[in-house]
């Protein structure tokens, strides 16, 4: 062999042996026991100010966030717990919310978490100078009283019955932050004037690299429980397939994807943990009731009742999770979601009827009673209208999609036309915001709290897109939101709930699933299907 | 040659201001940077205000490519629309050199391979060889890129779950702790390996396939056959007389191919999750950010200008025929 051939091939030789060394040694030094967890982050926050409206993201708030504790918590279980603080109503009239803090609760410099801090958290959410994502309840508050170090007097200018989501929201440090321009400061860092990293929660933020990874190391300032793990990494793996491999083959240790078809394949693997929960994103389908829809069968209740018959929504959910979910329920309320015990009443329960000929019967019945005639292609016409509607949803997205087939075929058996109307999320939302369509499959992100359901279901409400026009839920509704009685507020928004299950402006489908897998070796991992997400208890994970 | 060069530069200058116009037309053409954060309820009317004037969105048309000019110009191309606090250009710094260490590997292999595979080819018309290589040609034109590195990630992971040995990365561009200088180029080549293979593999295919086209006709030409005629040995006949100048082409394909390629390969990048002008781009299209999207196009231009004076200069020397006047 030619001497600088032998040369080229030992070169390339002690290349391939060096990079499969190297990386022999990186997989061993993934392993969850080394006292670190990386996880596969599927969202990278655009920036880490999850204040503001551009940086908002729930990723923002699962990773760097976990930096910045809150006086209460939302438990998987939806009820909301004291955590830093606790919150508590003192008196109705003027409604007075007074808000304690831990008194161990410090900062990661040193500092105490005082009552200053909690007033600086609410005068920078209502400055209009910020661009800050969410003031509800927050804007409802007239002047806030010190009491002591560690406990303020909220007075609110109007009863907010949601406060506990409220103070679900993280404290910010007025030391740190005061007379910043709270826009701009935290874009990359949680540092304070002098640079160093502030923290209330578990972890502090050590080191963000932007389109790579965020590090959070122990917080030994933590109030709490001393948190087990030195370091949580979070490395951005966003498209499904590849956090699929990266997890398969240890290059991370956990992930909490979209629900995915695909990920079914990680069930069977060993050295796997699966956790899935019904989650709080509410798959729906909303019907125009008024203006811009195509049929005027669509303004009348015994017709939209007809829709909600003739789908079998368990049967549907069957198909679409029967590998990832296959325990998964159907939604019945439109306030309260599955999970929520003692308050979730099954309102619409009534509309799921699994044996198709019974399904066909009842559908049948309505529309003869209404004088409906099937036409030669199968579908009613009542009145000289055809049976046959819009239903369109964000196109793309094959969850969504292959929903909307499904539905198709079974209102297609009841003899209602559902014709495609999908098209992307950038032209569908502004479509069913101004009332230009029949029927849209979509979803929204609740909290598990019924806050915002005026906005969407009363009369006038900025999201009643549906145009549903209801004094009675309205009432039920506004009711709602001044009762400060939970269980009174429970009565009411069910009571809402179940006029609604009749007039069916909207129809429940079911709670998108959460998806969370993580290392069998790891401890503590807890699905909180919620808003505060699988990071919400990092103080309580262990290396195996 | 250096006046050759500062002419084409000033040449360049009409040529990147049509571009900033255009690419400023036509990003403002879409619609209304805010429209979609008027109907999302996390944006009050107050936040929304706010954009529009830090943004100069009431002013006039001719006024905003102002402001956008004055801002590339002078302030690192500005801020994004909704992150006041972050500067697109130390973001663009950030990625451009990720992409030039994925786009620079995949490309000189490819090139050394797909010479190498079209000269043989061309020099051996009608083998075996010539026909496999047209047969992997046409199946490396055909294959969708996204599946061919979906099927190397699986390859590779199973190799780990099979033998518990990380030859290479399926994802992302370093490990946690790279360490330092070697160790750190070792970390990142085993990130890069999968992602470059999968760009490498299209791209021999397309040049191996102008090589041998350009080749086959240059060995048949009157002065490659004086060149055999004088008695030349067919190796020297190949490589100094006939390969020199069937490289003309493909220096003139890959010189452009490496110009586009700046603005990131971006199904691959966001495959592997790698931090480069691809998936920026895509972030901003699908968070609907113009300024960032306009930015990205104005390097992406720079970069195929840069690239094309790159590519003639090369000619020169490669033949010497050529003259700059």
Redesign the interface.
Known sequence: MHRSHFRLILGVLVAVTSLIVAGAAGGASKKASAGSVTFGAEQEPPCLNGFTSGCNNTWTSWTAGIALASPLIVKPDFTIRPYMGNAKVLRKSPFTVLVTLNKKAKWSDGKQVTADDLIFTWQTIIDPKFDIAGRSGWDSIGRAVKVNSKAVKFIYKTPYAPYKVQFSTSVLPKHALEGLDFNTVWDSNYNNKSGQTMASGPYKLQSYTKGQSIVMVRNSSFWGKRPTLDKITFVFRTNTDTEIQAIRGGEVDAIYPQPQLQLAQLRGQSGLRVQTNAGTTLEHIDINTGAGNSTPLLGQAWFRQAIAYSLDRQGMVKQLFSTLNPGLPILNNLSYVNGQKGIYVPHFAKYQISSKAKRLAKVAAIMKAHNCTKGGDGIYTCGGERASVRLGTTAGNKLRELAVEIMQAQAKDAGIEFRADSQPSRLFFPRISTNKYDLALFAWVGTGDPAGQTDIYGIGGGSNWKGYNSQRVTNLLKASDAALDPKARIKLVNAADAQMALDVPTIPLYQKPTYFVFNSKLKGLVDNPTLQGPTWNTEAWKAG | MVTYIIRRLLYSIPVLFAASVLIFVSVTAVGNPL???K??????T??IH??QQRKHLNDSLPMQYAYWIKDAVTNKFGT???????KIWD?LK??IP?TLQLVLISEIFALIVGVAIGVYSAIRQYSIFDYAATTFSFLGFAMPVFWLA?ML??L??NI??KW??????????????PGGGI?FW??R??HL?IPAMTLTLLSIAQYGRFMRASMLEVINSDYVRTARAKGLPERTVTLKHALRNALIPVVTVSALNFGALIGGAVITE????L?GMG??FLGALL??DAYVVMAWLMVTATAVVAFNLIADVLYGYIDPRIRFD
């Open positions: 429209a979609a954060l109907q999302n309820p996390l944006f009050s107050q936040t706010n954009i994004p629309l909704l992150q006041p606090g972050t973001d950030r990625v990720h979906l990630q699986i590779f992971t780990f779950i518990h040995v990380r030859i290479f990365y399926t994802s992302g561009l370093s490990s946690q702790n160790h070792i970390d080549l085993q390996a966001s495959i592997f999750q931090d998936p920026y968070s609907q």
